[in-house]
């Protein structure tokens, strides 16, 4: 039959399985809009306050559910404000489809009115871009963008589309939903050497990261890890891949990691790496990190092998494939020595609760710890960065994959509350909580608009020191306390703020506050906004820093000099 190219874009999105989508209409996307409100009762359209929000909150619903987020946007500055969004599924994986509309082609290279070349803006961001010439081709381009999103390495691919072509007719024959290309199977030769390294190995640490939540291979992880015998620590984005209860759970690696993760990598004989990338943020010095140990690198994409730390064993494949296969082919480990002593470093080596609380306020990690207790072990947590989102990785007991929904390799302030909007809308039986700071939160806070139009309980947690907390503390550290720009000290009264949004507002400024606030604002059914009074001096501990090594471990003020 013959439909018009949005009509036919539409109808491929409901094709590919598209339940949502979020966006903000403008002029040259109107005839999507058009199809949009046509198809309204199969393909719901969630209005945003800002394009990175919605950007953001397809992000969110992506990590938090594993299926596609798809995102809508106009020519000129609403194609350019995904560009952040873009960035930040790129950096952390996650699978999007984005829709732009351009100018019409007779328009294109005139400087006309709201006119971007997004094609060639987003090529380093993306994993794949198309710009659409033909109304035909619209139905397999749509369906190979899905393709590519899913397949691999999973990542986000913009569709941009001349307004004249989503008018034009053309046939439309529907597809099947896409099926992601089968991943490379790992090279028998590759793992049989892991496997021996593995079985000679008398301290082997696992090393699990990002790959491992987002491709559904924990419980395959989990099982060989109990196999080996391995104690397992976590990048950021690896959070959730083992019960935080574990006896062989470590922590967080790297620089806010924790101490006994750490030194684990300082005197492990074989790091098992998968799906991780040895990012700056885990390995400061790529020289010294896990000097001492032979390096197993499992990853689906062979062009991490070697590019930030050495592998001495590489295996290139999926990550639940590969753990599956090694725990197959591995005997059962017993190294008791290893795990009990790594055991009783963690004993005696707990996260600090926090700094000094001279100036008042709440410590963040009782927050953190009561929000756990309100929420529940079903609850998603979604962090903007700073402080915040250290303590969050600290403190929070993580015990199931896609619970931590986080922004880790572009850091991007900002990401919260987009993200939790598109978090509650992927799973709205669960809890859903954003713990976020202030600065973070003034880049973000007209999507608390979205939730409260759109009736979504998300508990905002704003930590409110004053300060741009991370930045304040690397002031302090290492630039000899110049607090340039960072006391910002906004007058914002968080609890009128949140009621002029039409949501909830609380506020929370002694311990005595924490239980009884976060019970009330859970229990309401509503979005709701707390204003969480944080002493600026409270640090984020330990911290390695820039270009360090474990030896290099800072645990407190007073011992930064």
């Known amino acids: 039959m013959q439909l018009k190219g949005a009509q036919i874009l539409v109808r491929s999105l409901i094709d590919q399985g598209v339940e949502i989508v979020f966006g903000y209409p403008g002029g040259t996307v109107l005839n999507i809009y058009d199809a949009l409100y046509e198809y309204r009762d199969e393909i719901p359209h969630i209005v945003t306050s800002h394009e990175q929000g919605a950007t953001h909150a397809a992000d969110g619903y992506a990590r938090s559910t594993g299926r596609t987020g798809v995102v809508v946007a106009t020519s000129g500055p609403g194609a350019t404000n995904l ?27 005139r400087d006309s009115f709201q006119e971007v ?15 659409v010439k033909d109304a035909a081709e619209l139905a397999g381009v749509v369906r190979e963008a899905f393709v590519i999103a899913n397949s691999g390495r999973k990542g986000p691919v913009l569709i941009d589309i001349p307004k004249n072509v989503t008018a034009e007719l053309a046939e439309y024959t529907p597809l099947p939903r896409f099926t992601p290309r089968p991943a490379v199977p790992p090279r028998e030769d590759e793992l049989q050497a892991a496997a021996a390294a593995i079985a000679a190995s008398k301290r082997p640490l696992i090393y699990a990261g990002g790959g491992v939540n987002y491709t559904d291979a924990t419980e395959s992880l989990r099982a060989f890890a109990e196999k080996i015998h391995a104690p397992v ?116 080596n707990a996260l600090p609760i926090a700094s000094s609380q001279a100036e ?19 609850a998603l947590i979604v962090t903007d960065v700073g402080q915040h989102q250290m303590y ?27 993200a939790a909007v598109g978090v509650k809308y992927g799973s709205p039986d669960r809890n859903v909580a954003l713990i976020t700071g ?24 704003v930590f409110n020191n004053g300060v741009l907390g991370m930045v304040h503390q690397w002031q302090r550290l290492f630039y000899g306390s110049r607090y340039a720009y960072t006391e910002i000290n906004r007058k914002t009264d968080y609890k009128l703020l949140a009621e002029a949004f039409g949501a909830l507002g609380f506020r929370i400024a002694t311990p005595e506050d924490i239980l009884p606030v976060l019970t009330q604002a859970v229990a309401s059914g509503r979005p709701c906004v707390v204003d969480c009074i944080i002493d600026q001096s409270q640090r984020v501990f330990p911290i390695i820093p820039p270009g360090g090594s474990g030896t290099d471990m800072i645990f407190s003020d007073e011992s930064d000099q």
């Open 83 to 109: 560009v952040t969004g873009l960035a930040t599924a790129f950096h952390d994986s996650v699978p999007l489809v984005a829709v732009t509309a351009n100018v019409a082609m007779d328009l294109i290279g």
């Open 117 to 131: 070349d997004i094609v060639g803006v987003t090529n380093p961001v993306v994993k794949h871009n198309y710009l």
């Open 233 to 348: 620590c976590n990048s950021m984005l690896g959070l959730g891949t083992m019960p935080a209860g574990s006896p062989l759970f470590l922590g967080m690696i790297g620089m806010h990691g924790t101490a006994t993760a750490n030194t684990a990598a300082l005197n492990c004989d074989l790091l098992i790496t998968v799906g991780a990338r040895f990012s700056d943020r885990v390995a400061g010095n790529r020289q010294q990190f896990a000097a001492d140990a032979a390096i197993i690198h499992i990853d689906i994409d062979p062009s991490e092998i070697c590019k930030n730390v050495e592998a001495d064993l590489p295996v290139i494949g999926e990550a639940r494939e590969c753990l599956e296969k090694l725990t197959a082919m591995v005997p059962p480990g017993k190294r008791p020595d290893w795990v009990r002593e790594l055991l009783h470093h963690k004993a005696h």
């Open 360 to 378: 008042g306020g709440v410590n963040p990690r009782e927050i953190i710890q009561k929000l756990r207790q309100v929420v529940g072990e079903d």
């Open 392 to 418: 969050t990785a600290q403190y929070y007991p993580f015990t199931r994959p896609r619970s931590f929904i986080t922004s880790a390799g572009l850091g991007t302030m900002g990401f919260g509350m987009g």
């Open 438 to 461: 202030d600065g973070c939160f003034h880049m973000n806070m007209a999507e608390l608009a979205v939730a409260v139009s759109n009736d979504l309980p998300v508990v905002v947690l």
